[in-house]
């Protein structure tokens, strides 16, 4: 299991890739973000995107899904985040596009009032198969600190 004092600041990890599909986009965009240019081609074609573009809310739900799956395998001692900072949609992805979701810890607090705790953040950027940042935030996560030896 890793825990908060096995976090380095600076250490970057690669937590993996998403491929973005047509069908993908679509069924997230009718129930979370119906808007035509992430509905319809012909709509699309109309606005800067060019062409069906999955939402910036798709994209962090990708995002989140790639990062759940390697701190699961990773068995990590985390507890989940009280948000993120500086959001930023920087690039429409699209479908056929491969993310790529990388970060790299920035700062590590131990908790003032739970010792058993810390938090640190992470400045993670999510890239397309170009190597194009097509998103970035700074997250914070909770993480349980190494227990005592008995």
Not at 28 to 39: C, G, N, S
Not at 97 to 112: A, F, H, M, Y
Not at 118 to 142: E, H, K, P, W, Y
Request: glycine letters at 6%.
């Amino acid at each position: 299991m890793i825990f908060f004092e096995d976090l380095e600041i600076g250490a970057e990890t690669d937590f993996g890739s998403y491929e973005v599909t047509r069908e993908e986009v679509i069924e997230f965009a009718q129930k979370y973000d119906p808007q035509p240019f992430h509905l319809s081609d012909e709509a699309a074609a109309r606005t800067h995107f060019g062409r069906l573009a999955a939402s910036g809310w798709h994209t962090c739900a990708m995002t989140m899904a790639v990062i759940a799956r390697y701190v699961v395998a990773d068995e990590q001692a985390g507890l989940g985040s009280p948000g993120v900072d500086e959001l930023r949609w920087l690039k429409p992805v699209y479908p056929g596009d491969t993310l790529t979701v990388r970060g790299q810890i920035i700062e590590k607090t131990p908790s003032r009032s739970k010792p058993e705790i810390g938090s640190f953040r992470t400045q993670t950027t999510v890239t397309n198969q170009d190597d194009v940042a097509v998103m970035r935030f700074t997250s914070i996560v909770l993480m349980r600190r190494r227990p005592a030896s008995s």
